[in-house]
């Protein structure tokens, strides 16, 4: 089993900057790629990045330039974190934002944090 906490969420006027950040705790070292999802006001949740074990990112295209994803993990200490940087935030960009961490058999979700970007 995994947990996952995100932290993070707030307010920003357009053209501001959150980082969102993700506490992985279980058993981590299970865990292969990791991923961030929105889900905005009426819609459906929908893919913003995604970081495997070896580092490699994917961006939504809506977001690709702007945000960034990274993970920060420790093997020996059971220590995993994911980060989401957004910069230059646009107010379409306001959602619940939740991590994710997959290992090949199950997909493992936090509880979201909201990203309100006002214009």
């Known amino acids: 089993q995994v947990q996952l906490v995100e932290s993070g969420g707030g307010l920003v006027q357009a053209g501001g900057s959150l980082r969102l950040s993700c506490a992985a705790s279980g058993s981590i070292f299970s865990l292969n790629a990791m991923g961030w999802y929105r889900q905005p006001p009426g819609k459906k949740r929908e893919l913003v990045a995604t970081?495997?074990?070896?580092?490699?990112?994917?961006?939504?295209?809506s977001v690709e330039g702007r945000f960034t994803i990274s993970r920060d993990n420790a093997k020996t200490t059971n220590y995993l974190k994911l980060y989401l940087q957004m910069n230059d935030l646009k107010p379409e960009d306001t959602a619940v934002y939740y991590c994710?961490?997959?290992?090949?058999?199950?997909?493992?979700w936090g509880q979201g944090t909201q990203v309100t970007v006002s214009s």
């Open positions: 970081i495997t074990s070896g580092d490699r990112t994917n961006y939504a295209y």
């Open positions: 994710q961490g997959g290992d090949g058999l199950f997909d493992y």
